[in-house]
């Protein structure tokens, strides 16, 4: 499970990294505006379709990419996201 988040922080990167020319990663990587837009769209869908008991499971799956792409795409590195709910630990 953890690996498929894994691989997706490693393909952001790589991206970043060596861009592929025609690639929809590398075009939210580089728009930021198109970034934050497609990762307010996919939330408002999954809120949607939790309310609504349908597609959640797609809808969480492309929350969780745009949030990924957003993230490396503004230098937020999830290694201080980590680190920051690791101390949140109680």
Do not use: C, W
């Amino acid at each position: 499970m953890l690996n498929t988040l894994e691989s997706l922080f490693k393909l952001a990167r790589d991206r970043k990294n060596k861009p592929v020319e025609g690639s929809y990663t590398n075009k939210l990587l580089k728009d930021k505006s198109l970034s934050k837009q497609k990762i307010l769209e996919e939330i408002n869908e999954l809120i949607e379709a939790v309310e609504k008991n349908s597609n959640k499971i797609h809808e969480a799956a492309d929350v969780f990419y745009h949030l990924i792409m957003y993230l490396e795409a503004n230098d937020v590195k999830i290694e201080d996201v980590m680190g920051e709910l690791n101390k949140r630990k109680k």
